[in-house]
């Protein structure tokens, strides 16, 4: 990266900059409830294990319907005695893959739908459940926003919603929903990026997410990959050293945010 190059600022929003996991029980609960029928009994029991569980959980997610995974998984550990959901990424993927790409579309619909019904009856409501982490929230709040991108598996006029709740001003064209492969499966974020840098020659990307997953395989010397220490993430992602270093995934903490929103400074690199 040279200094006359331009550089953007990626930020994956749930997890980086939203700490949404009560939205994202709340919704999927009452997702896996509507596609069981609206029965109570068609859906795990909220309580103080379930809760806890979920949290578990939370950090092997990678987009939307996964949530409705989680509540599928915790109506099983309710009702069948001595069984236990996935514990790693390798396990939960396999739990996901069994059950079909039918059910998770059926999954990705109905949790879309539930999102955009729960805004509209309730906003205020829906809204106070999505809380940004502090030290981003003031970064964003007080920071020059042009070079600045967010990505996320939530539909960008959610996301959109969220940070005018919260009174950042970031743009619409600078907010991206993770987008679909022609067989229905998202697209990877890494690719996402590629895409958007080759409109724009000469720029450069930081790419800030809370999903090891998602910073794996990087190819391209454009993006450089940073795993944020906050959010939902799982210790013996940082204990990886050997991992880490063959990634070129760099750690980074909230004292080094301000630093990262200092390199994503003018020339301005607009993508629409």
Not at 46 to 68: A, C, K, W
Not at 201 to 228: M, S, Y
Request: with cysteine; proline share 5%; charged share 25%.
């Amino acid at each position: 990266m040279t200094h006359a190059e331009s550089v953007l600022l990626y930020l994956d929003f749930d997890g980086v900059v939203c700490d949404s996991e009560r939205e994202c029980f709340v919704s999927s609960w009452l997702t896996y409830r509507a596609l069981a029928g609206g029965a109570d009994v068609g859906a795990p029991r909220i309580n103080l294990r379930t809760r806890h569980r979920f949290r578990q959980m939370r950090p092997l997610i990678r987009s939307g319907e996964d949530y409705v995974v989680i509540q599928q998984i915790l109506t099983r550990e309710d009702a069948e005695q001595g069984f236990e959901g996935p514990a790693t990424q390798s396990t939960f993927d396999a739990y996901r893959d069994r059950l079909g790409s039918q059910c998770m579309a059926r999954y990705k619909n109905a949790m879309a739908a539930t999102r955009n019904d729960f805004l509209a009856r309730d906003k205020a409501q829906w809204l106070a459940l999505n809380r940004l982490y502090p030290h981003m929230h003031r970064l964003l709040a007080d920071r020059d926003l042009t070079n600045v991108r967010i990505l996320s598996t939530k539909a960008a006029p959610l996301v959109c919603e969220i940070l005018r709740a919260h009174r950042i001003p970031i743009p619409e064209h600078a907010v991206f929903h993770a987008a679909s492969n022609p067989d229905g499966t998202d697209m990877r974020k890494l690719d996402m990026i590629a895409g958007h840098l080759d409109r724009v020659p000469g720029t450069h990307a930081l790419f800030v997410e809370d999903q090891l997953d998602h910073l794996l395989g990087n190819a391209d010397p454009r993006i450089t990959t940073c795993l944020a220490d906050w959010g939902y993430v799982l210790p013996e992602w940082f204990a990886d050293h050997r991992l880490l270093h063959r990634e070129q995934v760099r750690v980074v903490g909230a004292d080094r945010m301000p630093g990262l929103f200092d390199h994503a400074s003018s020339p301005a690199a607009r993508i629409t």
